[in-house]
């Protein structure tokens, strides 16, 4: 059976209306802020006397995405296994209030911008190393934004070895 004009010009319609709608919803899905996470332990500062001497862990966050969003806050979440990770109950968690003096937060990240802030390694005055605390378990760095409930999350791994092993 032979096809009308009208019902190939329908399918033809048909067919156009549908490529642009799953072209529109993924503009829809795709459009808005997008933040990577960097992040580098084991680091030293070099010029700047209150912060030389110490292990610095950088962060560096980046909005890759179309739209700006506000960087909130920068955290960690230590869980002491798989399982707790998996059911989101940290047994220990910081915020880092002032991870850059001259960049604070909350602060606009727009498209193609950087924001890079530092985070001690180790904090002997509150018994805190995140160098240990990456070694036992799962250490997970967090930066908080406006423009999404979740926050954006990355696992630091700190390699063993080198000058600051346990």
Do not use: C
């Amino acid at each position: 059976m032979a096809l009308s004009v009208s019902e190939i010009a329908a399918w033809w319609g048909a067919s156009v209306a549908t490529i642009v709608l799953v072209w529109d919803v993924f503009k829809w899905i795709s459009n808005g802020p997008k933040l990577s996470m960097l992040l580098s332990p084991n680091m030293q500062v070099l010029g700047d006397p209150s912060r030389e001497g110490k292990t610095w862990v950088s962060i560096t966050i980046s909005n890759t995405g179309s739209r700006p969003t506000t960087l909130k806050g920068v955290g960690i979440e230590f869980y002491d296994s798989f399982a707790q990770r998996l059911l989101g109950k940290p047994s220990h968690a910081a915020l880092f209030p002032n991870p850059n003096d001259n960049l604070p937060l909350p602060r606009v990240i727009q498209p193609g911008d950087e924001w890079t802030g530092l985070i001690p390694q180790e904090r002997v005055d509150k018994d805190l190393s995140l160098q240990k605390m990456a070694h036992e378990g799962h250490l997970m760095v967090w930066a908080s934004q406006s423009h999404s409930k979740r926050s954006k999350r990355l696992r630091l791994v700190i390699e063993r070895g080198g000058n600051n092993e346990p």
